[in-house]
């Protein structure tokens, strides 16, 4: 009889939980349930200096911080996306947002995007430290997939990804109309095999003993989760 692999058996699987109320706190951030109450203010105003962080985002920019409140309730109590706030102990506010989306918990598949830092915590321990936190949440919840999608025009997005451990899988192209206009987009992933080197390399860059009294990282992120990478995306070589 001839043999054909059809694929890996899926042992004992249980489907996770989905995303509700959750609360995760680091060192160097917390991440809460975005509410219009709590949040809409102070992530506005830290929004308001640079209109250029809504470019490649499916939503705003917002002219005012009643068309800001109005998007907030809008998606707020949604369940897909959930938004979380991100707070930035450092600052002592609110900085930031970011969502679990896309989310298919039968198939153990969730993604991580909406993500919107402001200019001040953006390339900060806090950054790192909520896409780690987000990451290990879901994985510890049992998820065997975790994606990060972006427009393929945006190389820092792209860049960022693989940072942070995500394998390149290819653009998927003319898959999005966003504001009147066309979107490729550059698929990345990280799956549970992977998690636990990538764990250990999120702990050790964020360690206090991996930056110098300057705030100069010792060793970079990049070099830690490299070696889980499976495929880069030749676009950054």
């Known amino acids: 009889m ?27 951030v917390r991440l809460v349930p975005l509410a219009l109450q709590d949040h809409a203010e102070p992530i506005f105003r830290a929004n308001s200096a640079d ?18 409140q109005t998007w ?9 996306p959930v938004y979380l706030a991100i707070f930035d102990k450092e600052l002592g506010d609110w900085a930031g947002v970011a969502s679990y989306m896309r989310i298919d918990a039968a198939m153990g598949s969730i993604e991580v995007g909406n993500i919107n830092f402001s200019p ?18 879901a994985f510890e919840a ?11 025009l945006n190389v820092p997005s792209c860049r ?7 394998s390149y899988e290819g653009i998927f192209r003319q898959s999005m109309i966003v504001k009147g206009r066309n979107r490729d987009t550059a698929w990345f992933a ?40 499976v495929r880069r995306d030749p676009r950054l070589a």
């Open 72 to 80: 907030v309730a809008s998606v707020e109590d949604r369940p897909d």
């Open 190 to 229: 990280i799956i549970d095999s992977e998690w636990p080197a990538l764990k250990q390399a999120f702990s050790s860059w964020l360690s206090p003993d991996n930056f110098e009294d300057d705030n100069r990282q010792k060793v970079s992120l990049r070099l830690l989760t490299a070696p889980t990478i």
């Open 142 to 152: 049992g998820y065997r997939r975790y994606e990060w999608k972006c427009n393929a």
């Open 51 to 68: 209109d250029r962080i809504w470019d490649y985002l499916a939503y705003g920019p917002f002219g005012n911080f009643e068309s800001y």
């Open 2 to 28: 001839e043999y054909r692999d059809i694929g890996i058996v899926v042992k004992n699987w249980v489907e996770p939980e989905r995303p509700g109320k959750i609360e995760l706190e680091g060192r160097y």
């Open 160 to 166: 960022a990804a693989e940072r942070l451990g995500f």
């Open 120 to 137: 001040a915590l953006q390339r900060t321990r806090a950054a790192t430290e909520a896409m780690y936190l987000m990451m290990k949440w």
